[in-house]
T-cell receptor, first 116, second 114 residues
Framework: AQSVAQPEDQVNVAEGNPLTVKCTYS??????LFWYVQYPNRGLQFLLK??????LVKGSYGFEAEFNKSQTSFHLKKPSALVSDSALYFC??????????????FGTGTQLKVEL | EAGVAQSPRYKIIEKRQSVAFWCNPI?????LYWYQQILGQGPKLLIQ????????DSQLPKDRFSAERLKGVDSTLKIQPAKLEDSAVYLC????????????FGSGTRLTVV
């Protein structure tokens, strides 16, 4: 079984400061990891993914995430936060043993609030 | 490319009533998913279609939920009868095929059962 944990319900950060949204995962095989963002009354928008290769993955809107296999983590980061980054962020995982079923398991989400 | 279209955007019904949601995936996408997102939780997969066949419906409450994808394009998700705990956002997503690593999501239908 696969699972994702996002330990923080909410993260508050001042505009211009770096931000980190935490995610840890559990899978049987090798993980495929994703970050999605959800703005109010909108669907999920894909931000970035880790499949293989470099542990630091760059995505949309200046976001990046670092894959750490030993700590089973995939934290989302941004060097300088913007007020417009305020949204709900979901981490998701899929293992490579599902035979192409593409079943994503999502975390419970972290509300990011960026203040002036 | 047009995105995943869903309707209606919002729906309020009384418990024990029935409701249906519609989804039109991205053109050419063979795989279609319905997710349920309850407030404060992450999306949970209800059912996955490959063309017009069901791949995974293990988390679909089959006593009240049903879904179909006739002709392998549009899909409808139905709840009958609805319960208070069905209040959630129902998200439809699609991907090119089962091997595609991540799906594209629609804006969702927010259901409130009173």
């Amino acid at each position: 079984a696969q699972s994702v944990a996002q330990p923080e319900d909410q993260v508050n950060v001042a505009e211009g400061n770096p931000l980190t949204v935490k995610c840890t995962y559990s899978v049987s095989g090798n993980p495929y990891l994703f970050w999605y963002v959800q703005y109010p009354n909108r669907g999920l928008q894909f931000l970035l993914k880790y499949i293989t290769g470099d542990n630091l993955v760059k995505g949309s809107y200046g976001f990046e995430a670092e894959f750490n296999k030993s700590q089973t983590s995939f934290h989302l980061k941004k060097p300088s936060a913007l007020v417009s980054d305020s949204a709900l962020y979901f981490c998701a995982v899929r293992d490579d043993l599902t035979g192409g079923g593409n079943k994503l398991t999502f975390g419970t989400g972290t509300q990011l609030k960026v203040e002036l | 490319e047009a995105g995943v279209a869903q309707s209606p955007r919002y729906k309020i019904i009384e418990k024990r009533q029935s409701v249906a949601f519609w989804c039109n995936p991205i053109s050419g996408h063979a795989t279609l998913y319905w997710y349920q997102q309850i407030l404060g939780q992450g999306p949970k997969l209800l059912i996955q279609f490959q063309n017009n066949g069901v791949v995974d419906d293990s988390q679909l409450p089959k006593d009240r939920f049903s879904a179909e994808r006739l002709k392998g394009v549009d899909s409808t998700l139905k709840i009958q009868p609805a319960k208070l705990e069905d209040s959630a956002v129902y998200l439809c997503a699609s991907s090119l095929d089962r091997g595609t690593l991540f799906p594209t999501f629609g804006s969702g239908t927010r259901l409130t059962v009173v």
